[in-house]
Every structure is written in structure tokens, then in C-alpha cells.
């Protein structure tokens, strides 16, 4: 049964910091892994999408990363802002077109 | 587009009360997924339907939950008596053939069951 696990749980770092969010999951056989922002009371917005045959993916400041063989994902938010302040959620497809979620990392960036 | 659309947005409602979440999906999308958010379990998939047929409904908790989708622009999620522990907020995605794999969001309901 796959799991996705999200490290840290929360994070707070001052703005213009350079940031990594860890994600990890314990089945590798995935069809691609996705990360998401949610704002407080908000629905979720896709940021990045890395197919199980890439190893990242880019959108602006936001870089994404995936090693499938290790079960591992990271993405990188360069030049933080109080913007960015959110709950950043991934999760991983599988064959069955089923996310399966982490429970997210709480991101505040103080300015 | 509009987007993916819920109603209603917030849902206050009294134990063994019936609770009808609406959705609808964007034009053109083929398949619909409800999720239920709590914080204890996080995200979960309750259902999916394809081409309005549902294809996986192993997420849905109990006989008390049921999902339909009469058309390709409406779908709903009915719980029915409801519980506290219902309590959640409950989100509706949809995915067509030239989105790829991404699949986009409702704003979502909250419903809080007293």
C-alpha cells in the first residue's frame, strides 16, 4: 500500500531564504508525482507536475525534483516570500489515476 | 471557465440530518473525483467517475455515503444520516483528456455535522 510522507511539518524561515520540502513515498512504482498549495480555507492549486519518467520540473521559482528509485521528491522555492506562506501538499499517482496524499508541510515566511 | 464548481460552500447541519454536496465539473473534463479533508486522515479519495460511470468508490467510508454523477456536468455526494465525525471539508476534482494528468480543484465544502 503506498504512503507518502511529508518532512518537516512545518517551517518558518525569513523571506528571501532559499527553502526545500521533502516528500517520500514508499511504492515506486508510480505514474507521476504532483506537489500542491493550499491556502487556508482554500482549495488546492496544482504547482508542479513530474511524470514517473522525468527528474523535475520548473514553473518560475519553484523547482520540483523526483528520484523514483528512492522514493523521494523535493521541492525547491527559491527566493521565499510572504506570498509563498501556505500548506504544501504531495501526492502520487498510480496506475489507477488515484492520488494517494502526504499530510503536507505548513510553510510560513516571515518578512 | 469558471472552474470547478461546490455548493454549497459551508454546510451546518444536526446529526442523523441528509446532506447533499453538489458538484460541477469543468466542461470538456471526463472524470470526477471527490476527496475528504480532515485533519486527522488528511486528503482522501472517496470516489472516482469516468465518463459519469463510477469506477472506484473503495474510499467511500461507509453505506451512509453514496455518489452520483446523472450527467457530465453534475455531480453529487450524499450522506445520509450524517455524523459529527462527518465532519470535514469535502472537495470535488476534475480531469479531462487534455489537461494530462492534472487534475483541478473545487474550492470545497465544509460541513460541520453538530
Known amino acids: 500500500k503506498q504512503e507518502v510522507t511529508q518532512i518537516p511539518a512545518a517551517l518558518s524561515v525569513p523571506e528571501g531564504e532559499n527553502l526545500v520540502l521533502n516528500c517520500s513515498f514508499t511504492d515506486s512504482a508510480i505514474y507521476n508525482l504532483q506537489w500542491f498549495r493550499q491556502d487556508p480555507g482554500k482549495g488546492l492549486t496544482s504547482l508542479l507536475l513530474i511524470q514517473s519518467s522525468q527528474r523535475e520540473q520548473t514553473s518560475g521559482r519553484l523547482n520540483a525534483s523526483l528520484d523514483k528509485s528512492s522514493g523521494r521528491s523535493t521541492l525547491y522555492i527559491a527566493a521565499s516570500q510572504p506570498g509563498d506562506s501556505a500548506t504544501y501538499l504531495c501526492a502520487v499517482m498510480g496506475s489507477n489515476y488515484q492520488l494517494i496524499w502526504g499530510a503536507g508541510t505548513k510553510l510560513i515566511i516571515k518578512p | 471557465d469558471a472552474g470547478v464548481i461546490q455548493s454549497p460552500r459551508h454546510e451546518v447541519t444536526e446529526m442523523g440530518q441528509e446532506v447533499t454536496l453538489r458538484c460541477k465539473p469543468i466542461s470538456g473534463h471526463n472524470s470526477l473525483f471527490w476527496y475528504r479533508q480532515t485533519m486527522m486522515r488528511g486528503l482522501e479519495l472517496l470516489i472516482y467517475?469516468?465518463?459519469?460511470?463510477?469506477?472506484?468508490d473503495s474510499g467511500m467510508p461507509e453505506d451512509r455515503f453514496s455518489a452520483k454523477m446523472p450527467n457530465a456536468s453534475f455531480s453529487t455526494l450524499k450522506i445520509q444520516p450524517s455524523e459529527p465525525r462527518d465532519s470535514a471539508v469535502y472537495f470535488c476534482?476534475?480531469?479531462?483528456?487534455?489537461?494530462?494528468?492534472?487534475?483541478?480543484f473545487g474550492p470545497g465544502t465544509r460541513l460541520t455535522v453538530l
Open positions: 476534482a476534475s480531469h479531462g483528456p487534455l489537461t494530462g494528468d492534472e487534475q483541478f
Open positions: 467517475f469516468n465518463n459519469n460511470v463510477p469506477i472506484d
